[in-house]
């Protein structure tokens, strides 16, 4: 009896995981319809992010669906986002970077000024080491541009993550792990 009383319990909790864990419902599934042996690894459900990227969802999309944003604020954090790659990176390689995401300029352009905030003694000594580092005043134009837009700091790896995500599912593996990297050198 305490095995009947317990499936039920462990259906529910995977069913709640289900999102986050899609390869175990597969394993589930495969389970109780035989065995996984019948179903080859080729034949299981690709990842949803391929699929999303194949039927036409583009990253502004993705980015309001992942993070919970709206599309304002995933317009100007991209926009923010690729402004401080843009600084960083070679003309060549950010025009990698620029053919693999859509709408690049207007994501630009949607970017909030960096608003300087300079007021306090850490403020100044930010705003001098911004002065002397083309990463610091990246990173200081970032927070500034994504607090405008009604965000933390926090939110900026989160941004850069789903746009690398993007770039890899997209065909461009290599771009969105040298986009990663210019910022996290931030």
């Known amino acids: 009896m305490k095995t009947v009383k317990f499936i039920p319990v462990v259906m529910?909790?995977?069913?709640?995981?289900m999102p986050a864990n899609?390869?175990?419902?597969?394993?589930?599934?495969?389970?109780?319809?035989?065995?996984?042996?019948?179903?080859?690894?080729?034949?299981?459900?690709?990842?949803?992010?391929?699929?999303?990227v194949a039927t036409g969802l583009k990253l502004i999309p993705l980015l309001t669906s992942a993070l919970g944003v709206n599309s304002g604020q995933?317009?100007?954090?991209?926009?923010?986002?690729?402004?401080?790659?843009?600084?960083?990176?070679?003309g060549t390689d950010f025009g990698k970077?620029?053919?693999?995401?859509?709408?690049?300029g207007?994501?630009?352009?949607?970017?909030p000024a960096a608003k300087d905030?300079?007021?306090?003694?850490?403020?100044?000594?930010m705003k001098i080491a911004g002065e002397h580092s083309s990463s610091a005043k990246a990173g200081l134009d970032l927070v500034s541009?994504?607090?405008?837009?009604?965000?933390?700091a926090e939110m900026i790896p989160k941004f850069t993550g789903v746009a690398e995500d993007f770039l890899a599912d997209s065909g461009s593996p290599e771009l969105g792990s040298l986009f990663k990297s210019v910022l996290s050198s931030i």
């Open 145 to 152: 541009q994504f607090k405008s837009l009604g965000m933390g």
């Open 74 to 90: 995933a317009e100007g954090g991209m926009g923010a986002l690729l402004q401080a790659a843009q600084s960083l990176m070679s």
């Open 117 to 125: 905030e300079s007021s306090g003694l850490l403020g100044s000594a």
């Open 97 to 104: 970077l620029a053919a693999a995401i859509p709408n690049t």
């Open 106 to 111: 207007a994501l630009i352009g949607a970017a």
């Open 12 to 17: 529910a909790l995977m069913l709640v995981n």
């Open 22 to 52: 899609a390869g175990i419902w597969d394993s589930i599934t495969a389970y109780f319809s035989g065995s996984e042996e019948s179903q080859p690894a080729a034949a299981a459900p690709a990842v949803e992010k391929p699929n999303m």
